[in-house]
């Protein structure tokens, strides 16, 4: 384990010393108004002056955030190399865990007699799988070489796992609390261990709202005793100022949009995102894990200033549910798909700003094209559960009705 995590670092070191470090700066698909360092260090420049970094449209990291960046400025390589690592470990333990937690429950159904040879076994690199998936992850390594400050949410959607797979309530509060003081949408991956564990719902609400809330406290004592950051930190996320492009869909969908009709469809934009929570959490109140992944999926599909980085927790987590592949139809699809489109982001975004020989059409439908095979993905994992649940149930053998196979409809 710790073979192949010196070897991640030692491979984020020697890629930041290359010129191809520079390029990777500026890419779209990795840096967006609310995570490129190079706005960060603009704030801190304007801090050392004596000015409010808040003041212009320059600076959208939370406060709190912006004062640790300043701590480790002069060692800020090593630091997001270190997140990395960290958000890896958490996710390995988590993953152990939660598949542990998956075993003993299954062994503890009764199975109908011809599913027995597809029963969960206890699988004890599942957790290394995933952390592997994630340290050697080009999204990860890039967004590690570029020092993207979604390093930081990672570790914390890490945290939020692990809080999950321990069933301790108080850690997930936590981390959720400071992911939401970040980007303020995660408050949303709350809601599963709330539905789960109703026991200690209040204990949870209680500590979020104590974490959150002295965040923004200390964040009004560390600007001065203002709160004008509040609009440039959560006022940019929800009005979404900024049309820069990047890999989500709101920059296109709101530059064509007449302005009279903006505040209609950015409200139903923004409240689209939290509509998921509460009906996955009670459709599987048992699979917070799996809701969770739903979650940190559908919030990198459809929020605002959308990066790759956003997209690694949950591939991550994907080795969780290896014993779901056998059941899904799109999945070897959806791989060859994200992979090509990764590749095609920087070729039509080349034709379109240096060659001028495409437009933002382009670039905008290989944007499309990726999160509607992330939602392909999203379905079959579910529908997969749901027919692996119903293979338990009522075995793995379609039943002959008239001379042909039955057709299982899932409603």
Known sequence: MWLEVGFAALLRVLLSKTAAKTWLDDRVEIS????????????????????????????????LLLQLYGIIFSYSDVFFIILDIASAILIKHAVDKIHEQMVHEEQSKEC????????????????????????????????????????????????????????????????????????LFPVMLLVPTLVHRRSTALTGIAVFTVVFGGCQYMSYLV??????????????????????????????????????????????????LFLYALPLSLTFPRQTSLVTFCLLLLLAMFKPYTCIGDYLVPFAMLPIWLHLFRFL???????????????????????????????SNFYFAITLAFVLFQSFLLS???????????????????????????VVTLN
Not at 112 to 121: A, E, G, N, V, Y
Not at 223 to 238: H, M
Not at 333 to 356: D, F, K, M, Q, R
Request: contains cysteine; glycine residues 6%.
């Open 32 to 63: 967006t108004p609310v995570t490129a360092w190079k706005r960060v260090e603009e704030g801190l420049a304007l801090q050392n002056l004596g000015l409010n970094p808040y003041a212009g449209d320059v600076v959208h990291e939370a406060p």
């Open 112 to 183: 109908h007699d011809t599913f027995q040879s597809i029963k969960l076994t206890l699988q004890p690199n599942s957790g290394y799988y995933s952390m592997m998936v994630f340290l050697f992850n080009p999204y990860s390594i890039v967004l590690s070489v570029t020092k993207s400050t979604q390093c930081t949410s990672n570790l914390l959607y890490s945290a939020i796992l692990f809080g999950i797979a321990e069933g301790s309530t108080i850690v997930v509060a936590i981390a959720t609390a400071l992911a939401s003081y970040i980007g």
């Open 223 to 272: 600007t001065g005793g203002s709160w004008e950051y509040l609009s440039a930190v959560y006022g940019f996320i929800l009005t979404v100022p900024d049309y820069t492009p990047n890999i989500g869909a709101a920059w296109y969908f709101f530059s064509e949009m007449f302005s009279h009709f903006t505040v209609l469809f950015l409200s139903v934009y923004q409240v689209n």
């Open 329 to 359: 139809n799109h999945f070897y699809i959806v791989a060859v798909a994200t992979v090509v489109l990764t590749l095609l982001w920087p070729v039509l975004w080349y034709l379109w700003v240096h060659c001028l020989n495409a437009n």
């Open 380 to 406: 079959d994992l579910l529908f997969a559960q749901m027919r692996r649940e119903y293979a338990r149930k009522n075995g793995t053998e379609k039943k002959i009705i008239d001379g042909k196979d039955s």
